[in-house]
């Protein structure tokens, strides 16, 4: 190892935001990289995914998972490759898929890690279309979304990591696909390259307006991953036995208070009984973790096809992170957002 | 056919409500008995069951069923004895069950009659524990909320029609069960007669906190047909992968507008996210229909088993079930709440 690469640089939770997270709360250190002991191994991460959930571990407000605790390394999926092991199932130079977090090498036990074998064509596709975005939008749609050919599937952030996925099995699956996006230039994407039916800019004056005109037969299945004011045009247009997966409520990650009343959360009940409607939130890996192999074959071969198309915006250097971060949460990023954090 | 009985007396919605419902919102009519055509059959009420989801049909709002018109025979489900016949399936003394609304004597053509024969010994349960209630519990707990032994089932309306049978089908599916019911002495009922675990009154101050007390282990599965204070003291308790099968929403059908803030709509939307929370509302006919005779033939050998204990509250005479149905929506009934409309 030369004299450059013995240093680790990582981010660390320095302290937890109040509202939209700045640059304040997280801290760049660099501290010397460990030596794997009997039954460890190095890894140097060359990709780290970033996502909207990330922003739930920084509070520690109760959640699905344990927060990241201040000091703590900030959480992530990567793709690495292994530098030195004295682990029986890993040895240098093998791709791994983990979740090793924000910084540059990682020493590990081997749990949790999926090794990949020496050679990976398109790493930074194994923490987008074909890792957990992807595997979110097959299930939460497929297991609980349950689509049937000739019904309405409206999806938020149409163009983003697992809302473009979603939109484009639903249209192979024989639906009518209206995506929701930010902009013109995401609409215009997630209709001309991803062939969704229609894609309505949530920034527009006239947005709700817009949505109940390309429904015209309502909704049946809405994925829910922003909420806010996407499923307060969603509410009225839901059909009588509408399924709701409830993937992310990005739109409501930062807010620090409730919004101002009247209450309408009997409204939303009445609205569930009367429509019978399924709402249902799920967590892909608690939940799904034994069908990620199926899920994996099926959409290599969508992708191979040409009948699933992505896109991703790679950002390079760790340092950029947490700026890369900051857009993410408010939309900025077109595609699914990877910092490429070694080269390969 | 006798002078005293050429009349039928009915009740037709006069005007809609707004907010509680009203005397002044029925008109009590009388007009003479037809005379059934050929295919037709004269029917002669003898039980009326009073339910809360009429107050729903008295509105125009949007709902799952179409609503009463102003002059039309108030709904609801009946269990009447044939007077007449000129309909091949039918014949004079056999009993029916169906849907003939709040009247003495109705005509019909058959559809949507069930004939239960000339011999029926307990005819009002048909109304209740063997009939649309029962069959809600039945399908809204096991079929929605999948209880597993050792788990904790809150069921709102503890004491009335459909949650008294949800609570005593989740301890024969060895559940903890509480219920919620108004007042101390239904609760003791519901712990003493009924079997559940623990009843807490939702009128006493302490409630939200003796509901606590009540779940140690949280709350898996609440069946939901009051919401209001009862779903927010609910709402901290739930656990990782909670049920709710909403099935009514009673203490909201008389609003008139909604809560003041601030908007929970937002925190429901995390909370299902979070927790992985299925919500999921249902309407026991149109949802479950193919699967009463599976119903019937499995609560008629509880109830001759005393695996399944109810209560009926029987008001005589017809021009008594408006009172009655107010005193319904404001929980003073105990126990299934059937008007008597004619001896047998």
């Not at 004299?3 to 801290?27: D, I, K, M």
């Not at 990241?68 to 093998?94: L, N």
């Not at 340092?319 to 900025?332: I, R, T």
């Amino acid at each position: 190892m030369s004299q450059q690469t013995r240093y680790n640089r990582r981010f660390v939770l320095a302290s937890r935001p109040h509202g939209e997270p700045v640059a304040e709360n997280f801290r760049l250190e660099t501290v010397e990289i460990p030596q794997p002991a009997v039954g460890q191994l190095l890894l140097r991460t060359l990709y780290l995914s970033l996502d909207p959930y990330m922003r739930g571990r920084m509070s520690d407000a109760p959640s699905y998972a344990a927060p990241v605790q201040i000091g703590q390394v900030m959480v992530g999926g990567t793709v690495s490759r292994v530098v030195s092991s004295q682990h029986p199932d890993f040895k240098t130079g093998d791709w791994v898929l983990g979740y090793e977090g924000w910084q540059e090498y990682a020493l590990s036990d081997g749990q949790g890690l999926r090794n990949l074998g020496t050679k990976l064509n398109h790493p930074s596709r194994l923490l987008g279309v074909l890792g957990m975005p992807g595997f979110t939008a097959y299930m939460g749609l497929l297991d609980i979304g349950q689509p049937q050919a000739g019904e309405t599937v409206v999806v938020a952030a149409a163009s983003g990591a697992v809302g473009s996925v979603v939109g484009q099995i639903a249209k192979l699956k024989g639906c009518r696909v209206v995506g929701v996006a930010g902009g013109e230039e995401k609409c215009r994407y997630v209709v001309n390259e991803l062939g969704f039916d229609a894609c309505i800019d949530h920034r527009a004056p006239q947005f709700a307006a817009q949505l109940a005109a390309a429904c015209p037969q309502g909704i049946d299945v809405y994925f829910e991953n922003v909420g806010g004011v996407v499923f307060d045009a969603v509410i009225p247009l839901l059909n009588t036995k509408a399924r709701i997966p409830v993937c992310g409520v990005i739109a409501q990650y930062n807010a620090t208070e409730l919004p101002a009343g009247p209450d309408r959360l009997p409204l939303l009940q009445s609205l569930i009984l009367r429509k019978r409607i399924k709402m249902q939130g799920f967590i892909i890996f608690d939940d799904y973790a034994p069908r990620f192999g199926e899920f994996l074959q099926q959409m290599e071969e969508w992708v191979s096809q040409g009948k699933i198309k992505f896109r991703e915006d790679i950002v390079d250097g760790l340092e950029n992170a947490p700026q890369a971060f900051f857009g993410l949460l408010q939309g900025k990023n077109f595609g699914k957002l990877v910092i490429r954090v070694g080269n390969e």
